[in-house]
């Protein structure tokens, strides 16, 4: 069966880094487009970044962008978040997604698989 497991996730002091790993398993990687979003306590989930099956194209929500970069290995089966410049305001559950048809990549129902989340800490 598809497995997507993140890693990575801890308590950052604001302004460090951290870079979440997903590692895919049970499915074709290079063909699905993989996203990030998270769900901080109390809200919705929400869309973090997205990049495309051969990683030409990205996409960030704009309360990340020029702070996370989103890359993948497909050799690896790994999508990973690389994360800067980190807010407490990022706290959250990090969530990874795989999505075949890379088409509405902010939106959460157009994902396929999920995994099971990684807890990232922001302290101020």
């Known amino acids: 069966q598809v497995q997507l497991v993140e890693s990575g996730g801890g308590l950052v002091q604001a302004g460090g880094s951290l870079r979440l790993s997903c590692a895919a398993s049970?499915?074709?990687?290079?063909?699905?487009?993989m996203g990030w979003f998270r769900q901080a306590p109390g809200k919705d989930r929400e869309f973090v970044a997205a990049?495309?099956?051969?990683?030409?194209?990205?996409s960030y929500a704009d309360s990340v962008k020029a702070r996370f970069t989103i890359s993948r290995d497909n050799g690896k089966n790994t999508v990973y978040l690389q994360m800067k410049s980190l807010k407490p305001e990022d706290t959250a559950v990090y969530y990874c997604?795989?999505?075949?048809?890379?088409?509405?990549?902010?939106?959460?129902?157009?994902?396929?698989?999920w995994g099971q989340g990684t807890q990232v800490t922001v302290s101020s």
């Open positions: 997604a795989a999505d075949r048809t890379f088409r509405r990549v902010a939106i959460d129902r157009e994902y396929d698989y």
């Open positions: 049970g499915l074709t990687f290079s063909s699905y487009g």
């Open positions: 990049i495309s099956w051969g990683g030409s194209s990205t």
